[in-house]
C-alpha cells in the first residue's frame, strides 16, 4: 500500500512554543490531505482538510491561526501548532487520499506524531 | 455522509473467528465500505473495503448484504496482534473529509 511519513513522531516542548509536524506522501501524489487529532481512547477527530496549492478548510472549533496547515506540494503538508499550550497536548494523525480512479476512495495514515506541552 | 454504529468493544480468544458489525442505514448510492484498524499510538491502517457482496483479501473478509444497510468485518483465526481498535467507515470518492466513528476496541484473550 501507499507509504504516508510523519516526522516527529514525539515532541516535548514548552508552553508558548510552535511545534510543526510534517506529513509526506513517499510514493504517490496526494491532492487531499487531512489532519487529525485522538485522545487517549477516543476516536480520531478531523481537524482541516488539506488541498495542495489551497488554503486548508477547518472543522468547526478548529482555530485556523493556532493549527496552521500549508500544503504547498503533492507530497508535502506540515501543521504548525502555534503558541501551544498543555491544552494542545493529543495526538495528531496525517492522512492521505491515494484514489486512482477505480472503487472507493482509501486513506494511508501516518503513523502520528504525540505532542506533549509541558 | 452516512453515519455509522458498532459496538464500542468486544472480546475473543485466539485461534477464533471474530466478526465485527457495522451499521449504516442511510448509506448513499455511491458509497463503498471502508475498515480500517489502529493500534495504539499509531495511525489506523486501511484493511478492507467494499461496495457490495463480499470481499476477501488476505487479512480479513467483508461480508455486505444486499441492502448495503450493514457490513461485517470477519478475522478469521485471531490472534493476541489483534486487538486493536476497528473502525468502519461510508462515504464515496465525492466526500472532501472523511469522518470516524467510535470504533469497536477488539481484546483478544489468550
Known amino acids: 500500500g501507499a507509504v504516508v511519513s510523519q516526522h516527529p513522531s514525539r515532541v516535548i516542548c514548552k508552553s508558548g512554543t510552535s511545534v510543526k509536524i510534517e506529513c509526506r506522501s513517499l510514493?504517490?501524489?496526494?491532492?487531499?490531505m487531512f489532519w487529525y487529532r485522538q485522545f487517549p481512547k477516543q476516536s480520531l477527530m478531523l481537524m482541516a482538510t488539506?488541498?495542495?496549492?489551497?488554503?486548508?478548510?477547518?472543522e468547526q472549533g478548529v482555530e485556523k491561526d493556532k493549527f496552521l496547515i500549508n500544503h504547498a506540494s503533492l507530497t508535502l503538508s506540515t501543521l504548525t501548532v502555534t503558541s501551544a499550550h498543555p491544552e494542545d497536548s493529543s495526538f495528531y494523525i496525517c492522512?492521505?487520499?491515494?484514489?486512482?480512479?477505480?472503487?472507493?476512495?482509501?486513506?494511508?495514515f501516518g503513523s502520528g506524531t504525540q505532542l506533549s506541552v509541558l | 455522509l452516512a453515519k455509522t454504529t458498532q459496538p464500542i468493544s468486544m472480546d475473543s480468544y485466539e485461534g477464533q473467528e471474530v466478526n465485527i458489525t457495522c451499521s449504516h442505514n442511510n448509506i448513499a448510492t455511491n458509497d463503498y465500505i471502508t475498515w480500517y484498524q489502529q493500534f495504539p499510538s499509531q495511525g489506523p491502517r486501511f484493511i478492507i473495503q467494499?461496495?457490495?457482496t463480499k470481499v476477501t483479501n488476505e487479512v480479513a473478509s467483508l461480508f455486505i448484504p444486499a441492502d448495503r444497510k450493514s457490513s461485517t468485518l470477519s478475522l478469521p483465526r485471531v490472534s493476541l496482534s489483534d486487538t486493536a481498535v476497528y473502525y468502519c467507515l461510508v462515504g464515496d470518492i465525492r466526500d472532501d473529509k472523511i469522518i470516524f466513528g467510535k470504533g469497536t476496541r477488539l481484546h483478544i484473550l489468550p
Open positions: 467494499g461496495y457490495k
Open positions: 492522512s492521505a487520499s491515494s484514489y486512482r480512479g477505480q472503487g472507493g476512495e482509501k486513506l494511508f
Open positions: 510514493d504517490f501524489q496526494a491532492t487531499t
Open positions: 488539506s488541498n495542495e496549492g489551497s488554503k486548508a478548510t477547518y
